[in-house]
């Protein structure tokens, strides 16, 4: 048997995880509810059951306000994000996006589905923050339900415009602004 050595060995305390620019157990395959969050169990049925193509999904069902949601989602300031979510039988649900102090309203979508499974989609820009919160969230004053799996989060290139960039080649030159002129001129579209 050989030795073996420790040294400076630290204890840390274990904090909320954090997950790096994804949704974590979106596809719910883990057959677990965690890491969503029922906030302060105001949903009173948060469960798995069977999803798209005979795996699992979340399905969430109340009688007022209701919250399911997954925090600490790491986001890069001033980038796009896409969040994709397949839903079923769902009723006065929305897809809301806060930042991580959870005090702004980032972006939502309403959510309402019938008996087949229906792609809905909440795009956002991250501002200054670097984390957001991510809810199933059901309004007050009438039943909320819904079924939800394949849960993605993905960043999304945009095509920044450059204003009198006539020829489309990212530039501002000359050749742009005869294009104008020619336009203004003729009257018709000059093809780059």
Request: proline fraction near 2%.
């Amino acid at each position: 048997a050989e030795d073996a050595y420790v040294d400076n060995f630290v204890l840390t305390e274990l904090k909320a995880p954090s997950f790096d620019g994804y949704i974590h157990n979106g596809d719910f395959e883990t057959n677990e509810v965690a890491p969503w969050d029922n906030l302060w169990g105001s949903c009173p049925t948060v469960e798995i059951v069977e999803g798209i193509d005979g795996g699992y999904a979340l399905s969430v069902v109340s009688k007022q306000w209701c919250h399911v949601r997954q925090t600490n989602i790491a986001v890069e300031a001033k980038t796009n994000y896409k969040i994709t979510v397949w839903a079923k039988n769902a009723n006065n649900m929305c897809l809301l996006v806060k930042n991580g102090a959870d005090s702004v309203d980032i972006a939502n979508v309403g959510v309402t589905a019938g008996d087949e499974w229906t792609e809905f989609t909440v795009e956002f820009n991250s501002g200054e923050f670097t984390s957001i919160i991510f809810s199933l969230m059901g309004g007050e004053g009438t039943d909320q339900y819904g079924m939800f799996d394949n849960i993605v989060m993905e960043k999304v290139e945009s095509a920044e415009i450059l204003l009198g960039d006539v020829d489309g080649n990212g530039k501002l030159n000359n050749r742009d602004l005869g294009l104008m002129q020619m336009y203004l001129n003729d009257g018709e579209l000059i093809d780059k």
